[in-house]
Each structure stands twice: as C-alpha cells, then as structure tokens.
C-alpha cells in the first residue's frame, strides 16, 4: 500500500534507554517531517529533511537525531530517552516545495512511553 | 514566527446541526496555506479543507467549509448535517508559501457528534 509507515507502533522504553523510529514512504517525496503529539499542544515539528542526506532543526528538537540517508527513509532516535519524550510521534513526508500540502500524507503514529 | 490558536479546547454538536470551529493566526507572511484536519479516535490525520490565502473565495468541501477573513487573520470552519463520524479531534494549520511546506498547528478542538 502507498503511503507512510512508521515503525513500531508502540513501545515503552525504560528512562536512559535510547531507541530509533523508523519512518518510510514509497510516494518518491522529496520531504519528510516528524512531529510529536501531545495532550493540549496540538503537533510540533521535532526536525525535518528537504531531500536525501539532509535535516534540519523544528519547534522541539532538543533530545532527538534524525537521518536521511536514503531518500524513502526517515529515522528518529531518542538517545537518552525521558519521561518528557513520553508522547505520539508522527512521521509526515510532501512532494516538494511548491505543492501547497497537496500530497502531504502522515503515518499513522507511533505512541511512546517512557517510564 | 507564525502561531495558531484554537480558543475551543471541546465542542459539542447535536446530529444533524451546524457547528463552527474557530481558528486565527498570526503572520507577517502575505502567501501561505490554511488547513483544516481531522484526527478520529484511530489517531490517522486526515485533511478535511485548504485554503490559499491568495484566493478570496472561501473553499467548499461537501459538508465543509471555511470562513476565510485574511485581514482579520481568522480561518473558522463549518460542518453542515453533522454527522456521528465527523467525531475527532480537529487541528487548524498553517503553511508558509514556498520554503520546505512546514506545517505549523493550532492546539486542536475536540468536537463530540451527540446522536
């Protein structure tokens, strides 16, 4: 099926522990995104990538890395995970720049728990 | 920096009846992209209505649409004949015109369709 997958879905994570998100889609987008969810804030972009072997900084990026190094693939990681980190985290890719957020297509989320 | 608000954290709607979610913003941006999503209780972000803020003419979506007052920098969206389905949490977004098509969201209004 066409679209974003994000893997896994859920975990729970002891605090310290470190862990990677993994993020792919098959739409051939030049833009992948990842966002965190929390109760009362809306979504929050944690760090973004316009095109294969690139990122950059969002909103809340303290904490995490990300990578790009394949163009379908979009890898979060939690180095040191915390209670804070606790949250939905939302994978989003888009063709390119120009579209307006046609296209713009999200994953289905994955929830983590630190505890 | 553009930020979104959402003053209605809970709304609630009688089957069958008009409800009116509302959204402004803040930008010193003249081109830009307005959102409206859907998120049902399986968490998948759904995009309901967009508007370019370019055009005057206030986008339509079956039983959706939006009051687009730019000088007033308010984005309101109406669901006509609401039905049980429409239940979910609904998120207004922004996105500048051009650059790598961030979104930038509002905290999200929980809309409850009572039968």
């Known amino acids: 099926n066409a679209g974003v997958t994000q893997t896994p879905k859920f975990r729970v994570l002891k605090t310290g522990q470190s862990m990677t998100l993994l993020c792919a889609q098959d739409?051939?987008?030049?833009?992948m995104y990842w966002y965190r969810q929390d109760p009362g804030m809306g979504l929050r972009l944690i760090h973004y990538s316009v095109g294969e072997g690139t990122t950059a900084k969002g909103e809340v990026p303290d904490g995490y890395n990300v990578s790009r190094l394949k163009k379908q693939n979009f890898l979060l990681g939690l180095e040191s995970a915390a209670p804070s980190q606790t949250s939905v985290y939302f994978c989003?890719?888009?063709?390119?720049?120009?579209?307006?957020?046609?296209?713009?297509?999200f994953g289905s989320g994955t929830r983590l728990t630190v505890v | 920096a553009q930020t979104v608000t959402q003053s209605q954290p809970e709304m609630s709607v009688q089957e069958a009846e008009t409800v009116t979610l509302s959204c402004t913003y803040d930008t010193s941006e003249n081109n830009y992209y307005l959102f409206w999503y859907k998120q049902p209780p399986s968490r998948q972000m759904i995009l309901v209505i967009r508007?370019?803020?370019?055009?005057?003419q206030n986008a339509t979506e079956n039983r959706f649409s939006v009051n687009f007052q730019k000088a007033a920098k308010s984005f309101s969206l109406k669901i006509s004949d609401s039905q049980l389905g429409d239940t979910a949490m609904y998120f207004c977004a922004f996105m500048k015109l051009g650059g790598s098509e961030k979104l930038v969201f509002g905290k999200g209004t929980k809309l409850t369709v009572n039968p």
């Open positions: 508007q370019e803020a370019y055009k005057q």
């Open positions: 989003a890719s888009s063709f390119t720049a120009g579209t307006g957020g046609l296209g713009y297509t």
């Open positions: 739409m051939n987008h030049e833009y």
